[in-house]
């Protein structure tokens, strides 16, 4: 139903930026919510940042507040994640993710999200 491929990641230096995107395929993709998660080595997914369905909601872990930008071109099936100041810490495997119902808002729970990408990783040099 849902396809999602990441891209845009990389090997940057420390304050540099970034910008991830995520491609879905499906024509239901425009009307569910779109959510970043990132996994570290050695650590648990967690969330980084989601959007709603119609793009005028976002939430943000509080360590990428400021930071990190994400957006949605539906007219493109395409999210975006603008990563700016990166640090070291924010080196992980960085997953796209679309809600499972929806019409959602902009969710953070990993258990919402059912269609994933494969990840694109995001390694950050000090």
């Known amino acids: 139903q849902v396809q999602l491929v990441e891209s845009g990641g990389g090997l940057v230096q420390a304050g540099d930026s970034l910008r991830l995107t995520c491609a879905a395929s499906?024509?239901?993709?425009?009307?569910?919510?779109v959510g970043w998660f990132r996994q570290a080595p050695g650590k648990e997914r967690e969330f980084a940042a989601s959007?709603?369905?119609?793009?005028?909601?976002?939430s943000y872990v509080d360590d990428v507040k400021g930071r990190f930008t994400i957006s949605r071109d539906n007219a493109k099936n395409t999210v975006y994640l603008q990563m700016n100041s990166l640090k070291p810490e924010d080196t992980a495997v960085y997953y796209c993710?679309?809600?499972?119902?929806?019409?959602?808002?902009?969710?953070?729970?990993?258990?919402?999200?059912?269609?994933w990408g494969q990840g694109t990783q995001v390694t950050v040099s000090s």
């Open positions: 993710a679309a809600q499972r119902g929806t019409f959602g808002g902009a969710i953070n729970s990993l258990n919402e999200f059912n269609y």
């Open positions: 499906g024509p239901v993709f425009k009307v569910r919510a």
């Open positions: 959007i709603s369905w119609n793009g005028a909601m976002t």
